[in-house]
Each structure stands twice: as structure tokens, then as C-alpha cells.
């Protein structure tokens, strides 16, 4: 054990009373022990974030917070700060629904579909923190269209004549 480890106390089992180091279950009686992360089925925080996931978190939350101004200005103001951090929360929160919608089967699940709202509301509280961060949609600069507004306005201009 390094300097920096603390030791955790040992766990008594409620079914035998045999003490031991923390686990999921008792080495003699295989009771759930208390404080155990085995008997968790669902929920967002017992799910442990994927390597690849973590790294594009960080990156997303890296290019946030550059978007924002940098540390130092998200410093200077907490309420800023702490709507970045539930923004990045929500960005989380959405990938791993998604993730569990895959693995439920899709939408075509019952449990898909539940899953499936709640990646809504993530989205949608996710575009509530972007409008109070300022990320907003922007207005184009004047004299630029992509085709896609030519089409549309071809068309528009087709029909009213």
C-alpha cells in the first residue's frame, strides 16, 4: 500500500458476522455485504465512464471552457462555472443513455422507449444551459448562403409567383 492509499476498515457481514476487507458479497456466507456495488442494476452514477468515453469528455470539456472564456474567467464567476459544469453533466448523461438504448435493444423496447425520453430531457436541459451560457444559435454573416438556402429560396420565390 502506497503512502497516498488509505486503508479501509474491514465490513461484518449481516448474515454470518465474519469481518473482512470490503467486497460485494461474504467470502463465507456470500450475503450482500453493506456498501456493496454488485447488487446495482441501473442509475446514471453507478455506471462507470469507458476509457474513450472519458477522453472525449474531457476534450468536449476542454474546448467548453475555452468556449467560455478559459479558467481564469469561469473562475472569476461561480454561477458561470457551475452551468458548465451541469452542460458537460448533461453531455454525459446523454451518451450514456444512448449507450443504454443500444443495449436495450433500441426503441422498440419498452425500456428503450423510457430510455429514450430520458435521453430527451438530457437533450433538452442540455439546450436550456446553452441558451443561459450565451451558446445560442448565431446569425449568419449578411452575404453568405449555403446551397441548401439557394434551394429554399428558389423554391419560395418559385411559389409565389
Known amino acids: 500500500m502506497s503512502a ?3 486503508p479501509q476498515a474491514a465490513v461484518r457481514c449481516p448474515g454470518c ?14 450475503v450482500w455485504l453493506p456498501g ?3 447488487a446495482v442494476q441501473h442509475g446514471l452514477y453507478s455506471t462507470r465512464l469507458p476509457d474513450d468515453l472519458k477522453q ?5 470539456r476542454a474546448s467548453v471552457i475555452a468556449a467560455q472564456g478559459g479558467l481564469d474567467a469561469l473562475e472569476r464567476e461561480p454561477i458561470r462555472a457551475g452551468l458548465v459544469r451541469s452542460f458537460v453533466n448533461s453531455e454525459i448523461a446523454e451518451r450514456l443513455t444512448m449507450a443504454a438504448i443500444v443495449r436495450a435493444g433500441g426503441v422498440e423496447s419498452r425500456a428503450g422507449q ?7 430531457n438530457a437533450v433538452d436541459r442540455k439546450l436550456r444551459l446553452a441558451q443561459a451560457l450565451g451558446l445560442g444559435r448565431r446569425a449568419k ?5 449555403s446551397p441548401a438556402d439557394d434551394a ?3 423554391l419560395l420565390t418559385g411559389a409565389q409567383t
Open 114 to 120: 423510457r430510455l429514450y425520453d430520458r435521453m430527451l
Open 4 to 6: 497516498l492509499e488509505t
Open 56 to 60: 472525449d469528455i474531457e476534450t468536449y
Open 36 to 38: 456493496n456495488r454488485g
Open 17 to 30: 458476522g465474519a469481518e473482512q476487507p470490503p467486497a460485494d458479497r461474504c467470502r463465507t456466507c456470500q
Open 152 to 154: 429554399m429560396r428558389a
Open 141 to 145: 454573416a449578411a452575404g453568405t448562403s
